[in-house]
């Protein structure tokens, strides 16, 4: 007499379980991370495209508003558009400026992103943690930017 074995055995199906389990331990917090840095990149990009609007202002001596050069509230930062994220010096020199959270990362909420402009015309991308230290990873940091 032959018995032939058409299935699993519970043992097996278990260490497959098991071994699905610890994966997802795994993969979870590292999905996460990316989540955040994606995000933080977003914002460094979205915020990036109006330095063009700026130097624009700049040179023709025009005020620098949200409306004047284009600006739209993303849904990861927080503010207003009565809020200017502008502003300029007479000198020519400013600041670009954000803050995250709407439906950003809770690790990356309160994070301020800042593109400074000097009076030369360069910019530099700054990011100021302090609002949420603990959360905070340096995998975060986007190239081109300094804590």
């Not at 278990?14 to 990149?41: H, R």
């Not at 503010?79 to 990356?108: E, F, K, M, R, Y």
Request: charged share 15%; with cysteine.
């Amino acid at each position: 007499m032959t018995r032939s074995s058409n299935g699993f055995t519970l043992i097996e199906v278990m260490i497959v379980v098991a071994i699905l389990g610890i994966l997802a331990a795994m993969a979870i917090p590292l999905y996460q991370g990316y989540v955040a840095k994606s995000q933080v990149s977003r914002a460094v990009g979205e915020l990036g495209q109006y330095r063009t609007s700026i130097e624009g202002a700049v040179g023709s001596n025009k005020p620098v508003t949200n409306e004047a050069i284009g600006y739209i509230l993303s849904n990861i930062t927080t503010g207003d558009l009565a809020t200017d994220i502008a502003t300029v010096n007479p000198d020519g020199s400013g600041q670009l400026q954000v803050t995250l959270g709407g439906n950003a990362h809770p690790n990356v909420t309160g994070v301020l992103i800042t593109f400074e402009r000097s009076d030369q015309g360069r910019w530099q991308c700054v990011i100021d943690n302090s609002a949420n230290p603990a959360g905070w990873s340096d995998m975060y940091l986007p190239s081109g930017c300094r804590l």
